[in-house]
């Protein structure tokens, strides 16, 4: 009945910090660019990008006090993400190829991924493409 609730949603500038949306609409591609930025927010089921007041509004509504509110994720990393989900086909490959989804094994990967993105994710944002959130029930 009481407890601390943390949770990440997609926040209003996920869309717009994508990398390969970014890219196609300088090579005048916008409707490449829309189509990437519809089919990748299904995928992940990216159905409610708001802003932090919106959320918080609506935890509100659900009975819930917002105890902290920030943004991650910072247009650097959300580009790397997008450039890893090409990984995901290879993933694929390796699949097929050696057996398992992953070739590098979870300990080694997740290793290196934390001390490369540490300094992204420690840092305050102004803004991002993550919100971050802590509540508890009222």
Known sequence: KEG????????????????????????????????????????????????????????????LQTLQS???HPESVTQLCDIFTLSGA???????IFGRLLLFPGKWRAGLLRGFLKKYYLADQEIGSTLFFVVKKV
């Open 90 to 96: 290879l993933s694929l490959v390796w699949r097929k």
């Open 4 to 63: 601390t609730l943390v949770i990440t949603v997609p926040s209003e500038y996920l869309s717009e910090q994508l990398l390969f949306p970014q890219i196609f609409k300088k090579l005048g591609l916008k409707k490449l660019a829309c189509w990437y930025v519809t089919t990748k927010n299904k995928v992940w089921h990216h159905y409610h990008l708001y802003t932090p007041e919106t959320w918080k509004n609506k935890l509100t509504q659900a009975g």
């Open 70 to 72: 920030k943004y991650i």
